[in-house]
């Protein structure tokens, strides 16, 4: 079923909403997990701070992903598989890091750890407080979000559809947003890692190759924002230049990278480094892992989106020009 143009504008902009919320306590916490001490009364608290910051980037994620499966006109295979990703990191995750973390916040230890340096635990305390606030507000946008996807009647005959050419931009669009969120994601938690870790001795391996991923990660956001453009400006031409571009990147770089750091934090160097900076070794670690764990789903975008800005607008011009041959 096609949704009306208006409730896919009212989709976008709830599944906007949800990603700035999603990536903004991201950005928030996870700078404050790089900052807090991850020593004895500050080790529950310093946890948490990160799975909180990692679940948010997951959310930021597929919440996008949710907005794909929204405009996707027909069955409903994708919005399924979003709703549920999101649903099970909204429920063990989101939900149980909002209540965990505050736990951690106002126990003995949690405010001896902010005795310590005031300064981190009013931040800390400022932004899990947001994040409570706005739990029931991030709630409202999925519920209706699903009341117009899932719940609403058909619209009326009389509403406005976009056409499929429109649509299939709308998705290479959203898509494009998809894949450079993380991307960036990547690189702001990578580059955190790199200019907090040492780079001599048993570190030097690891240092390089948060460097060079952090940096391939960023590049790689500037690329598939150029295919994305590429891909809604019926460029043909500029896609293939930005997805030459992205592939080079992608493959002597992103999995370059991926393979290198793993190999180099889980060498003997790479555990001596990590037990001699416990902190920002487990911040590095959690990060590649989680590199690892999207690996697959970033290729998925990168699939959907050459299908849809080259392949599909390939086979809908021969369906059009087999028409008016017949005719």
Not at 15 to 23: K, Y
Not at 106 to 117: I, N
Not at 169 to 186: C, W
Not at 247 to 263: C, E, F, N, R, S
């Amino acid at each position: 079923m096609a949704l009306s143009t208006r409730r896919k504008i009212i989709c976008g902009g709830l599944g906007f909403l949800m990603m700035t919320s999603n990536f903004s306590f991201f950005l928030g916490f996870w700078d404050l997990y790089t900052r807090i001490s991850q020593d004895s009364a500050c080790a529950g608290t310093a946890w948490w701070l990160g799975y909180d910051a990692i679940v948010c980037a997951l959310e930021t994620y597929f919440a996008c992903g949710l907005l794909i499966g929204a405009f996707w006109d027909g069955n409903r295979v994708l919005w399924w598989l979003f709703f549920i990703l999101h649903l099970v990191d909204a429920v063990p995750g989101y939900t149980v890091a909002t209540i965990f973390l505050g736990k951690h916040i106002y126990s003995a230890d949690g405010q001896a750890c902010f005795d310590v340096d005031p300064t981190i635990g009013s931040a800390v305390q400022a932004a899990w407080i947001c994040q409570a606030v706005f739990y029931v507000y991030y709630c409202g946008f999925m519920a209706f979000l699903f009341y117009q996807v899932v719940l609403k009647e058909e619209d009326d005959e009389e509403e406005a559809v976009l056409s499929q050419p429109d649509n299939d931009k709308l998705l290479i669009f959203v898509n494009g947003i998809m894949m450079m969120a993380s991307n960036f994601m990547h690189a702001v938690g990578f580059w955190y890692c790199f200019v907090t870790m040492s780079t001599t001795g048993a570190c030097a391996g690891v240092s390089y190759w948060l460097g060079f991923d952090a940096i391939v990660c960023i590049i790689e956001t500037s690329f598939a924002g150029g295919m994305m453009l590429g891909g809604i400006i019926d460029g043909t031409a500029w896609f293939w230049f930005f997805w030459i571009l992205h592939l080079i990147d992608a493959v002597p770089g992103y999995t370059l990278a991926v393979v290198k750091l793993g190999l180099a934090l889980n060498s003997e160097d790479g555990q001596q480094c990590l037990e001699a900076h416990p902190g920002v070794g487990h911040r590095s670690y959690e990060v590649w892992r989680i590199q690892v764990i999207t690996y697959v789903l970033y290729v998925c975008n990168m699939l959907f989106q050459t299908y849809m800005s080259d392949i599909k607008k390939q086979k809908d011009a021969k369906g059009t020009w087999l028409i008016l041959a017949s005719d």
